[in-house]
């Protein structure tokens, strides 16, 4: 895509695509992944790191291949780990849930809020946690999460909010409701 715009995602900049193609490429401090497609605005670019970027399409329940044609949030959080803070790449699906949902007979409907999907019981009550369908429960609380930062993401966004600890304190406490 040789009009295409390179937006670099950051905590601040999120970025929503349709991905058309996924390649790798050689940057400056290593391998990277490269996603090319279209956001509302046209043609668009994002690299990043090739590890990185790979382990959170696998937590998103997606692959190179099956990335292509799907509608995906990129967004950056920042982590503190041994008492460093740096951002760490998230990527989430737009549209429709990348992991299976165990049905348990209960009444639900699927609704979406910004542009993150849940499923909501009728009786209006918080998103519940999907039930186990694989024994990684690792993943699967990972992908959870994921959902519920998006979920929070798009909330403080539709209210104006840029506090990334308040972002953060919305998407722990969604998540610790969402597992019960």
Known sequence: ?????????TVDTPCTMTVSSVSEAQGQFGPQIRLEGTDGNGLVTVFEKLER???QLRRAGLDRQSVVGKTITLHKENVTSNGKTFPALRISV???SSAPAKSNGAAKQPISIGNAPWEQE???????????TTTDKLAEKFALYDRC????YQCAKGAGITDQQAIASM???IFIQASR
Do not use: H, L, Q
């Open 171 to 173: 998407a722990a406490t």
């Open 1 to 9: 895509m040789s009009n295409a715009t390179i937006v670099k995602v």
């Open 94 to 96: 737009v549209g429709g």
């Open 149 to 152: 930062f998006t979920y929070a």
């Open 122 to 132: 009728e009786t209006g009550a918080p998103p519940k946690a999907m039930a186990a």
């Open 53 to 55: 970027a790979d382990e």
